[in-house]
């Protein structure tokens, strides 16, 4: 069955950086498109960022353009989210999901990783 | 890119039907038929419920529907169940290669 296991969160300062990583299994890595979306506590979902399934393409939300940068190690079966300068705002749980870019949807979702921006 | 607008609350009676909308613009429900559904009781992670505006991945109940109509898109649930109760958010894909979220609903059955 397909399995999403993200990894890597925790408590940094503001401006501080840290990686998210997501472990895939459970189906052909390297077909599949993948998302980062998150969700500050009691709040909505916001997309983050979305790479294409070769890595070749990919796209970022204006809130984080420019301080994250998606990627993946198809090797590895494994989703990356380098974070830097960190704001207070990007406190939130971060889920890995998975998508097809021609279907436009989220199908499987990992049960995500926590980031607390403080200081 | 503004997030699509949901009511912030809906509610009904077991067994009743309840309908969620989902307004964006022309640049994103409007222009695309990939907008989805997601369903997500409190403290788990998002569960897609309808996706290409009115498809149902497998073993997601029938009771549960989707249609568009211009800038707007909306979720059914039918023959409400006590279980039905949770957020839901739609999604769409955008013109600027993005994805944008509804603010969510949440769901009671009284």
């Known amino acids: 069955q397909v399995q999403l296991v993200e990894s890597g969160g925790g408590v940094v300062q503001p401006g501080g950086s840290l990686t998210l990583s997501c472990a895939a299994s459970g189906f052909t890595f390297s077909s599949y498109g993948m998302h980062w979306v998150r969700q500050a506590p009691g709040k909505g979902l916001e997309w983050v960022a979305f790479i294409r399934y070769d890595g070749s393409y990919q796209s970022h939300a204006d809130s984080v353009k420019g301080r994250f940068t998606i990627s993946r190690d198809n090797s590895k079966n494994t989703l990356y989210l380098q974070m830097n300068s960190l704001r207070v705002e990007d406190t939130a749980v971060y889920y890995c999901?998975?998508?097809?870019?021609?279907?436009?949807?989220?199908?499987?979702w990992g049960q995500g990783t926590l980031v607390a921006v403080s200081s | 890119q503004s997030a699509l607008t949901q009511p912030p609350s809906v509610s009904g009676s077991p067994g009743q039907s309840v309908t969620i909308s989902c307004t964006g613009t022309?640049?994103?429900?409007?222009?695309?038929?990939?907008v989805s559904w997601y369903q997500q009781p409190p403290g788990t992670a998002p569960k897609l419920m309808i996706y290409?505006?009115?498809n149902r991945p497998s073993g997601v109940p029938d009771r549960f529907s989707g249609s568009k109509s211009g800038n707007t898109a909306s979720l059914t649930i039918s023959g409400l169940q006590a279980e039905d109760e949770a957020d839901y958010y739609c999604?769409?894909?955008?013109?600027?290669?993005?994805?944008?979220f509804g603010g969510g609903t949440k769901v009671t059955v009284v």
């Open positions: 290409e505006v009115t």
């Open positions: 999604s769409s894909y955008t013109s600027s290669s993005t994805w944008v």
């Open positions: 022309s640049s994103d429900v409007g222009s695309y038929n990939r």
């Open positions: 999901a998975r998508g097809l870019m021609l279907r436009g949807d989220f199908d499987y």
